[in-house]
Nanobody, 123 residues
Framework: QIQLVESGGALVEPGGSLRISCTDSRNPLGYYAVGWFRQAPGKEREGVSCVSMSGEITNYIDSMKGRFTISRDNAKNTVYLQMNNLKPEDTGVYYC????????????????WGQGTQVTVSS
């Protein structure tokens, strides 16, 4: 069973950039679709982006296109989310998720979840 560990969350000023990471120290993530969900205070979790085992990318929210970029480095067994031009509404806990082979539509379809990393966008 894979165990996802996120890192890189921080306090960032509006307009700034941040890259968060997801890895598993014991299991290869290359066999899974890996993605990111986020949960803002008082709101439901929402999908951000996902990359399938074959490298196909799914972006769940159009407003993030051009600002957020997901990538994977199988040699480092890590999936990244590069976030640029951050806005206060991007504040939340970002969760790494994984499922077999292809990206799923709903949060409930991802079998594996990390503990989350806090991203706060504020001046």
């Amino acid at each position: 069973q894979i165990q996802l560990v996120e890192s890189g969350g921080a306090l960032v000023e509006p307009g700034g950039s941040l890259r968060i990471s997801c890895t598993d120290s014991r299991n290869p993530l290359g066999y899974y679709a890996v993605g990111w969900f986020r949960q803002a205070p008082g709101k439901e979790r929402e999908g951000v982006s996902c990359v399938s085992m074959s490298g196909e990318i799914t972006n769940y929210i159009d407003s993030m296109k051009g600002r957020f970029t997901i990538s994977r480095d199988n040699a480092k067994n890590t999936v990244y989310l590069q976030m640029n031009n951050l806005k206060p509404e991007d504040t939340g806990v970002y969760y790494c998720v994984a499922a077999g082979y292809t990206c799923k539509v709903a949060a409930s379809e991802f079998e594996y979840w990390g503990q989350g990393t806090q991203v706060t966008v504020s001046s």
